[in-house]
């Protein structure tokens, strides 16, 4: 046991590494890294080897799944009252019948979780191989594969999906945005695939000294456990930055119109930003958007997810999770 | 690539292709969400556990597996004062845990008896430590002695009302393999009926000899202590008038092992006597009328006394009145007068009267053993080196006794059986709710996590409790009874070792048996510090204590 604890301690920073790059790139035609991809594929026979390469992505879907649970009842609750929510949350209901799309949905690890919690999901990602492995896996199981259609695979990217009329409840996009070339582009392709009213969830890495050292000095240069340049820093996006582009972001009037190549489409002022108000240090409130800091604990190997009170210091500085909601009327 | 450097996940992939190699074709496999090998308490529990969560219930398919005739278990019955010789004490915590998954109101209470105080004491010094309930806040009772049919008897009652479980029995288990190439590599449990279940996990609650671990490369570290255990259950005059009754445990630690004394009725109770094989397997075998004598000398005569019975009876095979002589003897010439609680052949308690001030200090005089409850079965140490299977042994799991055995000399075998189960169940409904795999190394991660260090500080306080009190070493015994006298009677450290336990209760399993542990490891730490008192006093004490140190050390 002691030795497992050290172990995975040791092979922190590099998993950390490993994992978040394989989550490969998925974003618009123009925005997919061809060097990215290739680098990934090579890799992602290990995907599903959870004490390899890849445990701490393993270890971190959990936390996902739970953020995810935790602002879709809220959602529930306030939409639809309180008995509502208590309802599907004894039932363990909440995503049960919605229409999930997963952008980047690597070896399946989120997507799968996401299809036994009842939702109609749809794993996509650029990288072709990413795609059979994830495929293959779910057929392996029975719950998966014989609930009809409620898990999907696809090999496409965000931005050619738009170009179809099918819009989802609920967009995740975990550990992507800081792999691909245009993230404005990708960030608003992400968003029209939003239902009114849906959920667009993310999570990336901050750019701060730590993430820095953390993520690239150590892992890279001086462990040299993961592969120099699986990381560029200057593509790590803070949490401020998202937030600032919801506040000008407006949902284009047809819903599955052809995007721009420019990264504001639809700025029709009659429609209302996904953010309206930020608090004086620049939070947005609560039923709009939130950020909240994922942390690795090596000493218990579990990834905590920190509470709303400690995103100003510290608990952003590195991994984070970032969910926003479509306005209803919008 | 980094991972291409790593030795381990290769080594891993040869090995699963080995496996591929042998298996073979998975279609006639029936799927399951769960396999529990294994009928005993710990897997009938999980399965239970499970089927009482809504969650759990709407969403797992889940197959029990034994061997033995359950049916027999189901409709087992006993007449009133009759008792099975297998016994445990169901600590508080375990208790409750039962009662949340509704098993405990199949249990039928009545052959049930609450423990209120434990008395342990020293073979030799006759050092002494009293836990009593009253002085633990939030519970009434310490334990509960339960027969293990009586529970296993509630849980397949409950499991019989709960179509959601599927339980096969009188089927044994063939070969556990692992899946052909192409699919996710489950395990496969051939079973002797030809069936063959297919496991998103599976759960070994196959005991001491567990399959499931072998199936799953889990290696255990242990060894066998040189000691039986002789079971009995043993009938006795109800406590008198000017007594407390029949709820108190009774322990003497003898340097052959502890023999002790658990109380199951008014007028029966359960004996667990360890000691040396040899003379276990005597007492096996001695003729009906010496056996009770033993044991109430057993409780009661000087350790020197014990020894002459002992190399008396291994000389031979003494009747009855032989060796009432011999105890006889030995009461008059180490001055036990027949009033006195300590006497067993010359007492006349048994003829009423009012009994002697000591009379609580000591179990009541056995006065016959009940027919066909003799047994005797040996001891060991096995921890398993992990609870959860890995690369080619993944989705397996261990619970119970397929994961540790103990000394039973503190009843807390079940009871960590339980603790597994009330946590892997937690653990499972908890991957549930995240849309987890119940099968993968992530969502069980959690049970190892709470489980594994929890049962080995038990263990190894139960383990040490063997060692420290199976020395004769004079220095050691002083150690440990200053000890123990000592905590005994400073109030302030007793209450603030059993504050500290309450308090936690509601986080951790802590109970009266953990305190007992605590209590244990004080005594460990005592024998350590008699070094210095030994340096202050002369330097041959010293020298004594760190020989009949290295002896404890180097005997296992």
């Known amino acids: ?330 | 690539m980094t991972f291409f450097t790593t030795p381990r996940p290769l080594a891993r992939l040869g090995c699963r292709r080995r496996l591929f190699l042998r298996s073979f074709s998975s279609e006639r496999a029936r799927d399951n969400d769960i396999v529990i090998v294994g009928g005993g308490p710990a897997g009938l529990a999980l399965a239970a556990a499970l089927a009482s969560n809504p969650i759990a219930k709407n969403s797992l398919k889940i197959t029990l597996v034994e061997g033995g005739d359950l049916s027999k278990i189901q409709d087992w019955g006993m007449p009133p004062n009759a008792y099975s010789n297998r016994v445990s004490s169901i600590t508080d915590t375990s208790q409750h845990f039962l009662n949340r998954i509704g098993i405990w109101d199949y249990v039928e209470h009545a052959r049930t008896n609450p423990i209120h105080q434990m008395q342990v004491w020293d073979g030799i010094s006759g050092a002494r430590i009293t836990f009593d309930a009253s002085e633990m806040p939030e519970s009434s009772e310490m334990a509960r002695m339960t027969e293990n049919l009586n529970l296993q008897r509630a849980l397949l009652r409950k499991l019989s009302d709960t179509p959601s479980v599927h339980v096969i029995q009188s089927v044994k288990v063939e070969s556990i393999q692992r899946e052909a190439v192409g699919r996710n590599d489950w395990p496969l449990v051939h079973l002797s009926n030809g069936a063959i279940l297919r496991a998103r996990l599976l759960v070994g609650a196959d005991g001491f000899n567990s399959p499931v671990r072998s199936f799953a490369g889990i290696s255990s570290y242990g060894w066998s202590y040189d000691t039986q255990a002789v079971v009995a259950t043993l009938n006795h005059a109800p406590r008198g008038p000017f007594q407390a009754p029949n709820n108190t445990a009774y322990q003497r630690f003898l340097p052959t092992g502890p023999i002790a004394f658990l109380p199951l009725s008014p007028c029966t109770s359960s004996l667990v006597w360890s000691t040396k094989p040899h003379l276990a397997a005597a007492l096996n075998k001695s003729s009906p009328g010496v056996l009770e004598q033993l044991i109430n000398a057993a409780f009661r005569l000087p350790e020197p006394s014990l020894q002459y019975i002992y190399s008396r009876l291994l000389e031979g095979a003494m009747s009855s009145d032989e060796i009432k002589q011999e105890i006889m003897f030995r009461e008059r010439s180490d001055g036990i007068s027949s009033h006195s609680a300590y006497a067993s052949a010359t007492s006349i308690l048994l003829e009423g009267g009012i009994p002697p001030d000591d009379a609580d200090a000591l179990p009541p005089l056995v006065t016959s053993i009940q027919q066909g409850t003799i047994a005797s079965f040996p001891l060991r140490y096995n921890h398993a080196e992990s609870y959860l299977g890995e690369g080619a042994g993944n989705r397996t799991v261990l619970v119970g006794d397929a994961a540790h055995t103990v000394h039973p000399l503190a009843g807390q075998g079940l009871n960590l059986g339980l603790g597994d189960v009330d946590a892997l169940s937690r653990c499972i409904i908890q991957a549930l709710t995240h849309g987890g795999d119940i099968g993968s190394y992530t969502a069980l991660m959690p049970y190892t996590r709470e489980r594994y260090f929890e049962n080995h500080k038990v263990m190894s306080a139960i383990d040490k409790l063997h060692k420290i009190y199976s020395s004769t070493t004079q220095p050691v015994v002083w150690a440990r009874s200053v000890g123990l006298e000592v905590v005994n009677e400073l109030d302030s450290v007793k209450a603030a070792l059993m504050m500290n336990a309450g308090a936690s209760s509601r986080l951790q399993n802590v109970s009266g048996w953990d305190l007992f542990a605590k209590g244990v490891e004080n005594l460990v730490g005592a024998a350590g510090t008699s070094k210095m008192v030994g340096g202050m006093v002369s330097a041959g004490i010293q020298e004594l204590v760190k020989q009949a140190g290295l002896r404890i050390s180097g005997r296992h």
Not at chain 1, 7 to 33: E, I, K, Y
Not at chain 1, 228 to 252: A, C, D, M, W
Not at chain 1, 264 to 282: C, K
Request: charged share 20%; glycine share 6%.
């Open chain 1, 1 to 330: 046991m002691l030795s497992a604890a050290v172990r995975s301690t040791t092979r922190l920073l590099r998993l950390c590494q490993n994992a978040r790059c394989f989550q490969s790139a998925a974003a618009t035609s123009s925005t997919v890294n061809a060097a990215e991809i290739a680098h990934f594929s090579r890799l992602s026979s290990l995907w599903w080897d959870e004490q390899g390469e890849f445990s701490l992505l393993h270890r971190m879907n959990p936390v996902r799944v739970s953020y995810i649970r935790e602002k879709l009842l809220e959602a529930t609750c306030e939409d639809q009252g309180e008995d509502v929510m208590r309802e599907l949350e004894s039932k363990c209901a909440v995503l049960t019948g919605m229409d999930v799309l997963d952008v980047g949905c690597g070896g399946g690890l989120l997507s799968e979780s996401l299809a036994r919690l009842g939702a109609r999901t749809l794993g996509i990602d650029a990288s072709e191989s990413n795609i059979g492995i994830a495929s293959a896996h779910a057929s392996g199981d029975p719950q998966l594969s014989s609930s009809g259609n409620s898990l999907e695979y696809r090999h496409t990217s965000a931005e050619q999906l738009v170009k179809e009329p099918k819009r989802f409840d609920v967009v995740c996009s975990m550990e992507v945005i800081e792999h691909v070339d245009n993230p404005l582009a990708f960030l608003s392709a992400c968003a029209q695939l939003v239902k009114p009213g849906g959920h667009l969830f993310l999570s990336t890495i901050a750019r701060t000294p730590l993430s820095y050292a953390l993520t690239i000095l150590a892992a890279e240069h001086i462990l040299q456990k993961v592969a120099v340049g699986t990381h560029t820093y200057s593509k790590f996006i803070n949490p401020s930055e998202l937030i600032s582009f919801f506040q000008t972001y407006r949902s284009s009037p047809s819903s599955f119109s052809i995007p721009t190549d420019s990264g504001h489409i639809g700025s029709d002022a009659s429609r209302r930003p996904w953010i309206t108000r930020t608090y004086a240090h620049g939070l947005p409130t609560r039923s709009e958007a939130e950020v909240r800091g994922i942390v690795y604990l090596p000493l218990s190997g579990e990834w905590k997810l920190m509470s709303r009170a400690s995103t100003l210091w510290g608990a952003v500085e590195c991994n984070y999770l970032f969910w926003v909601r479509r306005p209803l009327d919008s």
